[in-house]
């Protein structure tokens, strides 16, 4: 786990959870030598659905807080890079406007933008503990809906809006400027992304991860587990709510960048409660509270619809999309509707939780693992509903 | 002014079909804690029931069909996923709720397809004339039910004792119990008594001046959790208040649309959420719900 106990550190092993992370790492690393540019593309998705959830997770799994607002942030994230990298264009009533930044400096300011939207929040993220805040936050959800319908001359309104390639040092992500093969494999916008989204998801493991480790990281534990015994210790809970909210909300802003140059047209609806929800399902299926369990709840999430669809010809039962009968996406959500059931009723920390059984049961000993904060508490306070 | 007392008594009626609905979702909240986010998809049982089978049954008996299936829902999800896992968290049954919400929306939606169901009320598209003010039968029979419908629950928490069994258990949980109220039965009537309300009101929702059932009707029924919020989670008269407040101004600022180009098309729908932050940047606990008090 990312929460290596001191004691082994010390002795100085390579712990065997590292070990299989890089592992990981590489193996996705060769991947775009050998997969279709189909599933370049779901898993250019599942990497930014990971930086997301790895985000919700820090608000609802370490902070205690619920949030179905998570897909508008994305969103603010999406639309704030087309606004600020986009040119104006467009005839009449299509016209739409936007700063022609240089790729890279529209990134940073719409993470900076989604943070920014975050912090306007905190009056009522600071304020509401809880399951209040999951109730409150779903009017983000549809006023942001509404802005990105009515707001066209940035949105694009209904149809959408054309994301402009990123670009960083005149190295374009897209199919050319320059042309470029590895090892007679021509690499095109999905190739080039997958090595930045990949690095931005290891960052963004790393970084959380860090943040867990440390004294901000563990105050958000103590704010979740008691908001009276944190105050007590001296942890200033609105502050420490509103700043969890604020770091979420770059991270969903981060993941909406990435999901923008990704599919290179962005449309409403792909924001919508939906995306909110699959956000959602993913850290309770990964389990809460655990960066690993987001990220593998969040691989999960993605991968499921998008595999299926595009071998639902392989899949006996499952029917074509649209025809009204059981299709991927539909069959993907009764698994992980059913999913979020099941692992609240037998296994409250999620897919992460189970990882760290198996592994108490192979080292049948599991000193180390018995005082694992992030593991041991999957539920979010309940005691108070507004402070 | 004629507009505007149309509107106002659409906005009304429009307000208790939210209220039963917030009712519903409240009495859950305050018997086990539980913020149940499959209500809506009670609500979209229900409605669906009763497009099925009035062409077969007549209104009458599809529309008690449909209040049976969505309070069997909700009884089966009480005893079902609830009750076999007393003890656990309620956030963290809040949460299994998405779950099954997730479950019975994809179905039902999955059945809804792309029709548009009527559900073959007695009062179809007929008007209620009164001076130059003409207002949909429905809007008025949507207010009378309301009106008898949450009357006769405000009673029944009042004067029965499973209406006081409720409230004890809703103030004090633990003290209830050893009081010997039997929690679990409590909130089992809870539930079917939420189901019921949500699918009375889905017919409602769903009747003339809307265009019938579909696939947005699970989203409208979204808008009675700013009433129970605006009143307070933990309110029932606060679920009433919210209720209206939002119909209200759902209804009124759809109804003025034309004059505030500003807000953009369909501010009205949104109305609600915008109320809601509004009023919780006020009273985080919503306007009749208790402050929390934290003991050390």
Redesign the interface.
């Known amino acids: 786990m990312s929460e290596t106990p001191l004691a082994r550190r010390d002795r100085r092993r390579v712990a065997p959870g590292f070990l299989l992370r890089v592992g990981l790492v590489v193996i996705v690393m060769i991947m775009p030598f050998y997969l279709p540019t189909s599933l370049l593309q779901t898993g250019l998705f599942a990497m930014s659905a990971v930086v997301g959830a790895i985000g919700l997770n820090l608000l609802t799994g370490t902070a205690g807080q619920?949030s179905l607002a998570h897909g508008f942030f994305l969103a603010i994230g999406a639309y704030g890079y087309v606004y600020f990298a986009g040119t104006s264009s467009g005839p009449g009533l299509q016209k739409v406007t936007g700063l022609g930044l240089p790729p890279v400096v529209a990134l940073v300011l719409a993470v900076a933008l989604a943070g920014v939207a975050g912090l306007l929040f905190s009056?009522?993220s600071a304020?509401?503990?809880?399951?209040?805040l999951?109730?409150?936050s779903?009017?983000l959800v549809?006023?942001g809906?509404?802005?990105l319908?009515?707001?066209s001359s940035v949105t694009g309104g209904f149809s959408g809006r054309n994301v402009p390639p990123l670009a960083i040092l005149g190295f374009t992500f897209a199919d050319t400027h320059p042309d470029l093969s590895v090892l007679n494999v021509p690499f095109g916008q999905y190739e080039r992304l997958w090595y930045l989204a990949l690095a931005i998801a290891v960052g963004s493991y790393i970084f959380a991860a860090n943040v867990l480790r440390s004294r901000p990281g563990r105050a958000l534990q103590t704010v979740r587990d008691s908001?009276?015994a944190a105050a007590?210790l001296g942890v200033n809970v609105r502050r420490y709510k509103a700043a969890a909210f604020v770091l979420s909300s770059m991270y969903a802003g981060l993941a909406g960048v990435i999901y923008a140059v990704t599919f290179s047209h962005i449309v409403p609806d792909a924001f919508g409660?939906t995306l909110s929800?699959d956000f959602?399902?993913m850290i309770?299926i990964g389990g809460l509270g655990s960066v690993a369990g987001a990220a593998l709840g969040a691989v999960f999430v993605i991968g499921l619809p998008n595999l299926l669809l595009q071998y639902s010809s392989l899949v006996p039962f499952l029917a074509e999309p649209g025809s009204?009968g059981?299709d991927a996406g539909?069959f993907a959500?009764?698994v992980?509707?059913?999913?979020?059931?099941l692992t609240?009723?037998f296994q409250?920390a999620g897919l992460a939780g189970l990882g760290q059984r198996l592994r108490r049961r192979h080292r049948k000993t599991g000193a180390g693992q018995a005082g694992d904060p992030h593991i041991r508490t999957a539920?979010?306070?309940?005691?108070?509903?507004?402070? | 002014m004629t507009k505007f007392i149309e509107l106002f008594a659409s906005g009304i009626s429009l307000g208790f079909i939210y209220a039963l609905i917030a009712v519903g979702f409240v009495i859950v909240f305050k018997a086990m804690?539980v913020?149940n986010f499959a209500h809506g998809s009670l609500l979209l049982l229900g409605g669906y029931t009763v497009a099925r089978l009035s062409d077969r049954l007549g209104f009458v008996l599809a529309a008690v069909a449909g209040i049976v299936a969505s309070a069997l829902a909700a009884l089966l999800i009480e005893r079902v996923?609830l009750r076999?896992?007393r003890g656990?968290?309620?956030?963290?049954?809040?949460?299994?709720m998405?779950?099954?919400?997730?479950?019975m929306f994809?179905?039902l939606t999955?059945r809804i397809?792309s029709n548009v169901f009527g559900l073959g009320d007695p009062w179809g598209s007929k008007l209620v004339h009164a001076g130059s003010v003409s207002v949909p039968q429905t809007r008025v029979a949507a207010i009378v039910i309301g009106l008898l419908l949450i009357s006769a629950f405000f009673a029944v928490t009042k004067f029965t004792s499973w209406g006081v069994a409720m409230r004890a258990s809703a103030e004090d949980g633990e003290a209830a119990a050893l009081m010997g109220i039997r929690r679990w039965r409590v909130s089992a009537i809870a539930w079917v008594i939420a189901g019921a309300l949500a699918a009375i009101a889905g017919i409602f929702l769903v009747s003339f001046p809307t265009p019938g059932l579909d696939n947005s009707t699970g989203?409208d029924a979204?808008k009675a959790?700013?009433a129970?919020?605006l009143g307070g989670?933990?309110s029932t008269s606060g679920a009433l208040v919210g209720g209206i407040a939002i119909g209200l101004a759902e209804t009124l600022t759809s109804g003025y649309e034309n004059s505030l180009p500003f807000l953009?098309?369909?501010?009205g729908?949104?109305m609600p959420?915008?109320i809601?932050?509004a009023v919780?940047?006020w009273r985080?606990?919503g306007l009749f719900?208790t402050?929390?008090v934290?003991r050390?």
């Open positions: 619920l009056p009522i304020r509401l503990g809880g399951i209040y999951g109730v409150a779903l009017s549809f006023i809906q509404h802005i319908f009515n707001a908001a009276v007590v409660l929800i959602l399902a309770i009204g059981l539909r959500r009764f992980y509707g059913a999913l979020i059931v609240i009723m409250p539920q979010l306070p309940s005691s108070e509903h507004a402070t | 804690e913020v996923l076999t896992n656990a968290d309620p956030t963290a049954f809040s949460i299994m998405i779950g099954v919400d997730i479950v994809t179905e999955r397809g989203l979204l959790f700013p129970a919020i989670l933990d953009g098309r369909g501010f729908s949104i959420y915008v809601m932050i919780l940047l985080p606990s719900g402050k929390a934290a050390v």
